[in-house]
Nanobody, 123 residues
Framework: QVQLVESGGGLVQAGGSLRLSCIAS???????MGWFRQAPGKEREFVAA????????YYADSMRGRFTISRDSAKNTVYLQMTSLKPDDTAVYYC?????????????????WGQGTQVTVSS
């Protein structure tokens, strides 16, 4: 089992930046990790993912160039640096982990989930 705890969400003005963190703990090691988000009334959507090695990253097209995912294996932590935030980025952001090494973009590919952290971008 892997437990995930997100932090770093909050209220920010449009054009601003936030960095989300997700710490993984438990008896098992996390493989690939990812970030998803869910806005009110919408389905959960893929944001970014990173392989277990940290060598390969994946991004949703709308986030590419604005968001950066990274991981610090020594700290069992994955980060999501978000810049040029827009009101449409407002959502609950969830950290997810897979048992397997390679990142994927579907929610069904992930085995473990955090509780989420709220990001609100004001106009």
């Amino acid at each position: 089992q892997v437990q995930l705890v997100e932090s770093g969400g909050g209220l920010v003005q449009a054009g601003g930046s936030l960095r989300l963190s997700c710490i993984a703990s438990g008896r098992s090691s996390a493989g690939a990790m990812g970030w998803f988000r869910q806005a009110p009334g919408k389905e959960r959507e893929f944001v970014a993912a990173i392989d277990q090695s940290g060598g390969t990253t994946y991004y949703a097209d709308s986030m590419r160039g604005r968001f950066t995912i990274s991981r610090d294996s020594a700290k069992n932590t994955v980060y999501l640096q978000m810049t040029s935030l827009k009101p449409d980025d407002t959502a609950v952001y969830y950290c997810a982990a897979r048992r397997w090494a390679f990142g994927r973009t579907k929610t069904t590919d992930y085995d473990y989930w955090g509780q989420g952290t709220q990001v609100t971008v004001s106009s």
